[in-house]
């Protein structure tokens, strides 16, 4: 017989995943200045971690820059002469001035404005001024330190760990493969960004990423009922999925939904950031709507530690936390539609866009600061997590591996 | 008073001129500081000409685009922005961050 606890005994799908256990969550993790400098040293600097696309940087000499505080560390991701990627620690060789001060750009050579020491886009140290006055100075040595880097279907992926445990494609194991397939790099030949600071800890805002149970209340004056309608109102999803590492989420819409007026001419002149009714999953990879649902709008590839990837019909946008500290985070949230080729087009996406910041940035993000006040007074020890709320256990489960190894 | 002109078929719409601003950041501030009446007012002269204006700006590519045609489409761009306002919410913004401080990052690399 299962232990009563409080309304966090399993269901549905805790049941598929009995390791996971049941039972509240401790509040720690979310406020403990210790267990952010764990989840540093043994999750983020050893992990394969999403910085971008390949869209960001198409040809020789295109380049942007990640700091990754996190990792301690900022990173120059470039295109090479041949086409190869490239991924470097933004760090002249010389005096440790970062060779790259802009986010973006394109070069043929990074100079370091400091002293002008020059680096090839291999990174190799091909001129240092006033040479003769670096008596024996092994150029060759001296290059860029190199920060692993390899890509899947598109996303630009880095590993701060010098000899990294396994390669991506083994990081990124079942749910990669799930999603392997999608039409991203079709989709992706246009994107909007948004990027803020906020004083919450990274779990705070990856958690409401994970769960569309806030949908029908958080969202209620926005998007709530083009998702939780009268057959759903709760909007359970039509499958929860843990792996190892990863997750998979597959979210339904409400077949009563109707458009309102500019949202039905958004629609006329292109597919919307999250589609609602109508959406196919045709050409897609099976497991992106695994049970063939003709309700299925979106599916969430939840990528362990801090990447949430969401497809769509027609579609597709990333959310990425970037922790600062134990009570602060620089979001990153990412849509991606193919570019606009006629105005009207880009009304339509304009309309994405704006439904996205109110009803997701602004709805979403206007509450993570204010929870983590509350988790930080002390008032209470635990969370509770229902079966709908699955993944978030299993993001606390699959950091416990990591802590403890 | 902006400096965009419309098109001929849209001249009905020159008295809201002031929302043809040609950037984002431009387009929430005014959706911001503007009254719900100033916003339903736009609203309601927009949608019943956004059939005729959308068939016409499908015409256009969004290179080398006219400028009163330009003007045309960024009184639709606000429109997308504050439908929400209107069609959500009964009041100007959405309840939660201020949109402000949301900074708006262009991640491609630029057109050569």
Redesign the interface.
């Known amino acids: 017989m299962k232990t009563q606890v409080n309304g966090t005994n399993g269901g549905k799908w805790h049941d598929r995943y009995p390791e996971l256990g049941t039972g509240p969550i401790p509040i720690e993790p979310y406020i403990s200045r210790e267990y952010f400098e764990k989840e540093r040293e043994r999750i983020f600097r050893k992990v394969w971690l999403n910085v971008g696309r390949l869209e960001q940087i198409p040809n020789p000499g295109d380049y942007f820059v990640k700091d990754l505080a996190v990792c301690n560390t900022s990173i120059v991701v470039v295109r090479g002469e041949g086409g190869t990627v490239h991924a470097f620690h933004n760090m002249c060789s010389h005096r440790g001035n970062p060779l790259v001060w802009n986010a973006k750009g394109k070069c043929k050579t990074f100079t370091c404005r400091y002293h002008s020491w020059t680096y090839g886009l291999d990174g190799t140290l091909r001129y240092v001024p006033d040479e003769k006055n670096f008596c024996g100075i092994k150029k060759d040595t001296l290059g860029l330190t190199p920060v692993a880097v390899d890509t899947w279907e598109g996303f630009i992926f880095i590993n701060t760990d010098p000899t990294p445990r396994e390669t991506l494609q083994e990081y990124l194991g079942e749910v990669g493969r799930s999603f392997t397939g999608y039409p991203f790099a079709e989709i992706a030949t246009g994107s909007s960004a948004w990027e803020i600071d906020v004083n919450a800890n990274w779990k705070v805002c990856k958690d409401a990423f994970q769960e569309v149970y806030h949908i029908f209340s958080l969202h209620n004056r926005s998007t709530g009922a083009a998702f939780a309608g009268k057959s759903n109102p709760y909007l359970n999803v039509h499958e929860l999925a843990i792996f190892a590492t990863h997750a998979r989420i597959s979210v339904p819409a409400s077949l009563d939904w109707r458009p309102s007026p500019v949202e039905a001419l958004a629609k006329r002149y292109g597919m919307l950031t999250l589609q609602k009714q109508n959406s196919s999953s045709r050409g897609m990879p099976a497991e992106v709507n695994p049970t063939g649902a003709p309700d299925w709008s979106f599916s969430g590839f939840i990528c362990f530690p801090n990447t949430c990837l969401y497809v769509a019909d027609g579609g597709f946008l990333t959310h990425t936390f970037w922790p600062l500290s134990e009570n602060r985070t620089h979001w990153e949230a990412r849509i991606y539609f193919p570019k606009a080729q006629t105005l009207a087009q880009q009304f339509s996406q304009e309309y994405s866009r704006a439904t996205f910041v109110d009803g997701v940035l602004v709805e979403d993000g206007g509450m993570f600061e204010k929870i983590q006040s509350m988790l930080a007074s002390g008032a209470k020890k635990e969370i509770i997590v229902g079966d709908e709320e699955l993944l978030i256990r299993h993001h606390h489960k699959v950091t416990e591996t990591f802590l403890n190894a | 008073m902006s400096e965009y002109r419309l098109p001929e078929s849209f001249q009905d719409l020159v008295p809201y001129l002031a929302w043809s601003l040609p950037t984002?950041r431009e387009r929430s501030a005014k959706r911001q500081s503007s009254t719900m009446a100033e916003i339903n007012a736009f609203y309601q002269a927009m949608?019943p000409r956004?059939?005729e204006v959308?068939?016409y700006?499908?015409?256009?590519?969004?290179e080398q685009?006219p400028p009163e045609?330009q003007g045309l489409?960024y009184l639709?761009?606000s429109?997308?922005?504050i439908?929400?306002a209107v069609?959500?919410?009964g009041e100007p913004?959405?309840?939660?961050?201020d949109?402000l401080?949301?900074?708006?990052?262009?991640?491609?690399?630029p057109r050569s």
């Open positions: 984002d949608l956004m059939e959308l068939s700006l499908a015409l256009y590519p969004t685009v045609v489409l639709t761009l429109l997308a922005k439908a929400p069609e959500m919410y913004n959405a309840e939660g961050l949109t401080r949301l900074v708006n990052v262009d991640i491609y690399p």
